[in-house]
């Protein structure tokens, strides 16, 4: 998948990222989450645990990660290319 499929997907997944995100976060089980989203969503590479993003690869920029904001009841996607993976 390229970069801007995997926006477009993740989009399209909006509340399952968020309710992974809010696990993470809350220090709850993310495994169903992670297995739910990579069948819709096969480039799904892991977890930045210290950002508390989803990591993707991508055909086209590298690793790929879109990080979950939140401002109260409301959130948005952020998505962020060329990320270096260690």
């Known amino acids: 998948m390229t970069s801007d499929q995997i926006w477009v997907s993740a989009n399209c997944h ?3 990222i968020r309710t992974i995100y809010r696990a ?3 220090g709850k ?9 990579k ?3 096969p480039c799904l590479f892991g977890i ?3 950002k ?3 990591v993707f690869r991508s055909t086209d920029e590298g690793f790929v990660v ?4 939140e401002k109260g009841v409301d959130f948005v996607l952020v998505h962020c290319t ?3 993976v260690t």
């Open 29 to 37: 089980d993310i495994n169903a989450g992670m297995t739910q989203l």
């Open 82 to 84: 060329n990320i270096q």
């Open 14 to 16: 909006r509340e399952l």
């Open 48 to 50: 930045d645990f210290e």
């Open 52 to 54: 508390k993003g989803l």
């Open 39 to 41: 069948s819709n969503i």
């Open 24 to 26: 993470l976060i809350d």
């Open 66 to 69: 879109i990080f979950v904001e």
